[in-house]
């Protein structure tokens, strides 16, 4: 069973915006936070942003800050991003994941990516 389940990926021209969300099927308490990751074309995987799960505490990448927002919904184990201004830079697939409190972003789990395309 798939545990981070995504969607909201797609193709957008420069200057629009998409919504990511992001479900994780077995939160438990442990669960420190949920974010983004993006992996564009001949680039490595680098951090978008990041929401804690108790305290709503953010964190985003330069590149998105004012451009993105990041947002969740405890009841539902979900979080979103918002991306507005999209440009063609920010091509590429964006990935879910969540960590246990005491570890980092990008050391717990992943999900399965979604592809974001921005159009110049």
């Known amino acids: 069973q798939v545990r981070l389940v995504e969607s909201g990926g797609g193709l957008v021209q420069a200057g629009g915006s998409l919504r990511l969300s992001c479900t994780d099927s077995?939160?438990?308490?442990?669960?420190?936070?949920m974010g983004w990751f993006r992996q564009g074309p001949g680039k490595e995987r680098a951090f978008v942003a990041a929401?804690?799960?108790?305290?709503?505490?953010?964190s985003y990448v330069d590149s998105v800050k004012s451009r993105f927002t990041i947002y969740k919904d405890n009841a539902k184990n979900t979080a979103y991003l918002q991306m507005n201004s999209l440009k063609p830079e920010d091509t590429a697939v964006y990935y879910c994941?969540?960590?246990?409190?005491?570890?980092?972003?990008?050391?717990?789990?992943w999900g399965q990516g979604t592809q974001v395309t921005v159009s110049s």
């Open positions: 994941v969540t960590w246990v409190t005491g570890t980092e972003p990008g050391f717990g789990s």
């Open positions: 077995r939160r438990t308490s442990r669960d420190d936070g």
């Open positions: 929401i804690n799960w108790s305290s709503g505490a953010t």
